[in-house]
């Protein structure tokens, strides 16, 4: 069974202060990633994860976790990482539904 995790890495640096680094655990894959905070700052991310992996743990299918969030109002995309339960496992991720529930239920990625 593969390890989970989502969490910001670096909330904004000097050279980009307007850019937060992260990562995403998938088992023994990880995944790098920038996300914009000029629409939604770090902790409006975080919920937003909390949020989607809340309803793959209470039985929804599908959710997505927002990586990229911009004003809808002057943007016409975002970008989420999307998962897909099918039964006890997410995806084509080596990562079981009890890594998630175990992240979750520690407050990580807060």
């Known amino acids: 069974m593969g390890t989970f995790g989502i969490e910001f890495?670096?909330?904004g640096t000097q050279r980009d202060p307007a850019m937060a680094s992260g990562l995403i655990r998938l088992g023994d894959d990880t995944e790098?990633?920038?996300?914009?905070?000029?629409y939604w700052g770090v902790d409006d991310?975080?919920?937003?994860w909390t949020a989607?992996?809340?309803r793959i743990l209470d039985g929804e299918t599908v959710a997505c976790l927002p990586v990229t969030m911009s004003d809808p109002k002057t943007t016409n995309f975002?970008?989420?990482?999307?998962?897909?339960?099918?039964?006890?496992?997410?995806?084509e991720w080596t990562v079981q539904v009890t890594a998630i529930e175990e992240f979750v239920d520690s407050g990580a990625g807060r």
């Open 78 to 91: 975002v970008e989420v990482w999307a998962l897909y339960r099918d039964g006890d496992a997410i995806s």
């Open 52 to 54: 989607a992996l809340r």
């Open 9 to 11: 890495t670096d909330p």
């Open 32 to 38: 790098y990633f920038g996300a914009p905070t000029g």
């Open 45 to 48: 991310y975080q919920a937003g």
